[in-house]
C-alpha cells in the first residue's frame, strides 16, 4: 500500500499561483510514476501531469502547458505541482496518484487513470476571477 497525502490547496485570485504538495508513505516512492488529476464540479476527472519514476520525464495536459510544472523529490517522497498564472477554469479538487503499472510509458499512459493504483483525498484549489 501507498498512502497519498495532498497538501497546498486554497483560494487564490486568477494570475495568482500555488504549489501542490503530495507526501507518500509506504512502498518505495521511486518505483511510482506519479500524476496529478483534478475534477471540477459536475465535470469528469481529468489529467493534469504526470512524471517518471526518476523525474527525468514529465507530461502536460494542453490546458496547463506552459503555466504548471511538476516535480518530484524521491528522498522526501513528495511531488510537487507548481501551478502559475492559475485561471477560473483551474477551479477543482486536485489528486495525486501513483502507478506502479506504468514503466516506460508515454503521455497516454499517464493520462490514463484506470494505470494508478493509489490516489490521495484531495485538496481543493479555488480560483476566483
Known amino acids: 500500500q501507498v498512502q497519498l497525502a495532498e497538501s497546498g490547496g486554497g483560494l487564490v485570485q486568477a494570475g495568482g499561483s500555488l504549489r501542490l504538495s503530495c507526501a507518500a508513505s509506504?512502498?518505495?516512492?521511486?518505483?511510482?510514476?506519479m500524476g496529478w488529476f483534478r475534477q471540477a464540479p459536475g465535470k469528469e476527472r481529468e489529467f493534469v501531469s504526470g512524471?517518471?519514476?526518476?523525474?527525468?520525464?514529465?507530461y502536460y495536459a494542453d490546458s496547463v502547458k506552459g503555466r504548471f510544472a511538476i516535480s518530484r523529490d524521491n528522498t522526501k517522497n513528495t511531488v510537487y505541482l507548481q501551478m502559475n498564472s492559475l485561471k477560473p477554469e483551474d477551479t477543482a479538487a486536485y489528486y495525486c496518484?501513483?502507478?506502479?503499472?506504468?514503466?516506460?510509458?508515454?503521455?497516454?499512459?499517464?493520462?490514463?487513470?484506470?494505470?494508478?493504483?493509489?490516489w490521495g483525498q484531495g485538496t481543493q484549489v479555488t480560483v476566483s476571477s
Open positions: 512524471i517518471s519514476r526518476g523525474g527525468s520525464t514529465t
Open positions: 496518484a501513483a502507478s506502479g503499472k506504468i514503466t516506460w510509458g508515454g503521455k497516454s499512459d499517464y493520462a490514463d487513470s484506470s494505470k494508478y493504483d493509489f
Open positions: 509506504g512502498r518505495t516512492f521511486s518505483n511510482y510514476g
